[in-house]
Structures are given as C-alpha cells and as structure tokens.
C-alpha cells in the first residue's frame, strides 16, 4: 500500500505525471480539489478565512472569492503564513482521510498525492517515495506566458514566490525532467511506474 508524494513547481508538468499515473492504475489524490472541497459555503475553513480577512471574502452566493483572497495574501508572508494556519491543518485531516478510503478499497492500492506545498507543509510526512516534476524556471515562466496567459512579470512573481527549485530537488527520490515534450515527460512516468517496487524497496533500505 505504497503512498507516494508528487510535486513540482508551478508549470513543472505535474498534472501531466499524475493524469498518466492514474492512466497505469494509480489513485491521485489532488491537494488543490482538497483545499477547494474544505472551503465550500459553510465550511469551518471559510468561516475562519472570512474571520481572520473580513467578509469581503466571501461572495453573494456564500462561495470564497478566490482572486480576492489571493490578491489579499499574495507577496505578503505573514498573511500567508495565517491563512496556512486555517487551511492545512483541515487539508491534512480530509488527505488522511482519502488516503484511508482508498486502501481500504484496496490494500495493494497505489497512492499518489498530488501536492503542491509538499516542501513547505508535508515534507516529514510519510511517503515511500518523493517524485519531483522538473523543469528549469525559464521553461515554466515561458509555459505560463504562452499557455496561461500570464505576463512576464507576474509569471516571474510567480515563480519566485515558490520555494525554490533547489529545496524541491534535495527532498526528490525520483526526479521527472518535464523540460522536454510531453511524450518524453510520459516515458519516464511510465518508467517510474514500472520501477515502483524497486524504488520503494531501495529506499526503505
């Protein structure tokens, strides 16, 4: 029942590794939706959210206002440092939880959570495997001008207001170099699928 962490960095690929790997069987669990799902209308999170940044917060139908908040918190470390404070303690208690559902669906299940925050938030949890999606900072800032539509500058604000590529790389048991093409990025995903066993095995030594 092997429970393998994945990230990367904001334009890295990682939803590409993730959609492939539960292509081979594996369950993804996605922080992002989990943080999404405990911040729906009359959750305890938005209620503290709504207490701790004003009610603006919250829109007319009872949902966050998510460009609101993120304008409120973005560049400012003590404001997302409280708004960590509410919202992974709840995201830990609903991973544990879906990580639970899952092997007890199936005890040979393979886990993959999907997690953005893993260095700064989950980092001494237990995996049996760390995956990092990479690829250098000018690849991603490009992907986000042409695919996303940032500009230049909030592409680079971005980036830098990530942990850094070398905190993700030294925490890395298997690395994934997106910066090629997609099928390349799937070769070694469905490299790393085949080798699972052994790379857990290895690293349980």
Known sequence: MPLIALTGGIASGKSTIAAR???RGAVVVDADRIVRDVQQPGSPVLADIAAEFGASMILADGTLDRPRLGAKVFGDDDAVSRLNAIVHPAVRVESARR??????????????YDVPLLVEARVGDPWELIVVAHAPADV???????????????????????VSDDARLAVADVVIDTAGSIDETLRQTDQLWDDLPGLI?????
């Open 21 to 23: 790997l539960a292509e």
């Open 99 to 112: 990580f639970a559902d899952a092997f007890a669906d199936d005890p040979e299940a393979v886990v993959v």
């Open 140 to 162: 991603r800032l490009g992907r986000l001008v042409e695919l996303r539509g940032f500009s230049e500058t909030d592409a680079a604000a971005r980036l830098a207001a990530q």
């Open 201 to 205: 095995a290895d690293r349980a030594r």
